[in-house]
């Protein structure tokens, strides 16, 4: 496999494990989050973790040891905030957060849909953890995730973005039940809400396209 082969298959890798990890830990009565925030050493529950994945996904294990060269570097990437603090993120696009008892068909439902929050680099991090911490508490949607700093060469805007997912565009009470919570957040700029309808069409805003279906 040539180089750009391999640094592609670390980089669907360690995503697919970054995902592991979350379920496993999730499973076990933790959040990624709080561990890393709270400083607290979780080595050993981390290696049996990733010994758990490698049983599963050999493969993908070996091109994340590859990258990294031992497990130890990985561990040390994530207590500095790897897959947790937007600005520190480098491996994936994406940091997601679910609600709690949220399943992963739900947001990929074409009834779902999410409001859109773009940020300035410098402010994603602050904002992103108000968010996240609502999210997980039950106190917005069924999920949210946001860009990292993993350049992406779909993105064609500067700014970060947050989504904020809700379960059903057509209950506009629960949706703006959402916004206003987004509000009382700081959130106080006229946002879009995008169905995952248009999403799936690969339906984007443009010279005078609206794809919103709500806006507040």
Known sequence: MDAAGSDALAD???GIFE??????????GFLLFSLVESRKPFFEMFSSIFTSFREVYHDLAGAILERFSNLETVYALICEGEGVTPSCT???YWVIVDAPDTEPRQIEDELAGKWLIFI??????EVWR?????????????SAKVSTAKENPDSRDTRKVIYVYTADWRDENDVMRVRENLRDMGITDRIGYKRNIETFRGEYAGRGKKVTYYSA
């Open 90 to 92: 480098t491996q994936m």
């Open 120 to 125: 300035p680099p410098e402010n994603v991090d």
């Open 12 to 14: 669907v890798a360690y």
């Open 130 to 142: 108000k968010i996240r911490d609502a999210t997980v508490a039950g106190d917005l949607g069924i």
């Open 19 to 28: 995902h592991f990890l979350n379920k496993e830990l999730k499973e076990r």
